[in-house]
């Protein structure tokens, strides 16, 4: 399965953003997804999980009350909504298949992640 995350940007602190994910070569409807994000000098961290169905979600700390993931699995689509960004949310950001309970990448490639910087 390749993924590509795409939607990100320069945006002013308190805007919002959303985050798309395509993926290609078969559909990843049976998985739980999940966003991560590589701040400059940082290693890569755990942001939001989904899972197959889109029935359950839970998120970081940190973008509680601010993010949503959600799927579209006719589309092989993973998003992510992104309100109230703040300059700590500056990362690139990538999606992946995920072990919907540990939230860990199930496959261990990552695809084409998309860059967000918010600026103060």
């Known amino acids: 399965v390749q993924l590509q995350a795409f939607g990100g940007g320069l945006v002013q602190a308190g805007s919002s953003l959303r985050l798309s994910c395509a993926a290609s070569?078969?559909?990843?409807?049976?998985?739980?997804m999940g966003w991560f994000r590589q701040a400059p000098g940082k290693e890569r961290e755990f942001v939001a999980a989904?899972?197959?169905?889109?029935?359950?979600?839970y998120y970081t700390d940190s973008v509680k009350g601010r993010f949503t993931i959600s799927r579209d699995n006719a589309k092989n689509t993973v998003y992510l909504q992104m309100n109230n960004l703040k300059p700590e949310d500056t990362a690139v950001y990538y999606c992946?298949?995920?072990?919907?309970?540990?939230?860990?990448?199930?496959?261990?490639?990552w695809g084409r992640g998309t860059e967000l910087t918010v600026s103060s």
């Open positions: 992946a298949a995920i072990d919907y309970g540990l939230g860990s990448n199930l496959f261990g490639s």
């Open positions: 989904i899972n197959w169905n889109g029935g359950r979600s």
């Open positions: 070569g078969r559909t990843f409807s049976g998985y739980g």
